[in-house]
């Protein structure tokens, strides 16, 4: 089974078991509201652990939690600097949207066919995803954009970018 990292906690809020987490998903309000559940998973990559979040709060760029069964500050401290993760579902996905996780180290083409690089990260800035791929001698940023993005291909792991002078 494959899962998703959507967050790490990184500090207890109060004294009633809250917890701050440092989101890296892009769906914060369906992945931690209030009812769903998170993981935490062991070093074998098992399931140490399914977790239900019994309230939500936007913090700025963070979120704060509350999971059942944890309603100290003694029992939050235990998760500090652990990552939640979810079951990968790509029914989750609307058409046209892709988990950073499949873009990453896809090959990246210009519709010319001249090859790019291989996507290193994906980069989530606030208003659109850039692809960082490398390419020597220094890394080139492409927006994940229509206006930039021909065509992905997660059978081939082959991103096609539209030709555009300069981008190189």
Sequence with gaps: MEYLTVGT????????????????????DSR??????????????????????????????CDNLIFEGYDTIEKAEKLLKKDLFVIKDQSFLKKGEYFYSDLEKMTVYFDNGQLIGKVKKVEDYNKYATLRVAHSPKDVLIPFVDAFIDSVSLEEKKIIVKYIEGLL
């Design 9 to 28: 906690i990184v500090r207890t809020v109060g004294l009633k078991g809250e917890v701050k987490v440092y989101p890296s998903t892009n769906f914060r």
């Design 32 to 61: 931690f509201s209030k009812g769903s559940h998170v993981l935490l998973l062991d070093e074998n990559n098992e399931i140490a652990e399914d977790l239900l979040i019994v309230k939500h709060l936007k913090n700025g760029d």
